[in-house]
């Protein structure tokens, strides 16, 4: 149902996931852009998930809204490789903003970011 509403937005997650590491982010969404999608249905549109290693995790049941975000993060590339490394909280409002909180703790992201550079001397020739 809100596939299409997530994927329009994605470009704009992806930024502010990589930005998350810093500072909580906030992305400001265009309502009707929902309530389209939502097809006059009664939708609940707040929510407030958890990733961890970019599966969900504290929740019965998320909501349709919520389970679509999940499910196009989880397509895309470069957002799953950063949700796998990162425990990180999306929660949306009822003013429509996402705001993406990154709960990762600082030492973790720093053997992450030592490991990726180790691993990409391993790969470089000698030269």
């Known amino acids: 149902m809100f596939i299409h509403t997530w994927n329009k937005y994605l470009p704009v997650i992806r930024i ?9 982010q906030t992305l400001d969404m265009n309502q009707s852009d929902f309530q389209r999608a939502a097809g006059g249905k009664k939708v609940k549109f707040t929510f407030s998930v958890m990733l ?8 019965d049941t998320p909501s ?10 989880q397509q895309d590339d470069t957002a799953n ?6 425990k990180v909280e999306f ?5 429509f903003q996402l705001q993406i909180k990154n709960h ?3 030492e973790e992201q ?6 990726i550079i180790a691993a990409a ?3 470089k020739p000698e030269g």
């Open 16 to 24: 502010l996931l990589k930005r998350s590491v810093n500072a909580n």
């Open 52 to 59: 961890t290693k970019a599966r969900p995790n504290g929740m």
């Open 64 to 73: 349709p809204l919520a389970k679509d975000l999940i499910t196009v993060l």
């Open 81 to 86: 490789k950063f949700l796998r490394q990162n």
């Open 91 to 95: 929660t949306m409002n009822s003013s």
């Open 104 to 106: 990762t703790p600082a």
């Open 110 to 115: 720093e053997i992450q970011a030592n490991e």
């Open 121 to 123: 001397e391993e790969v």
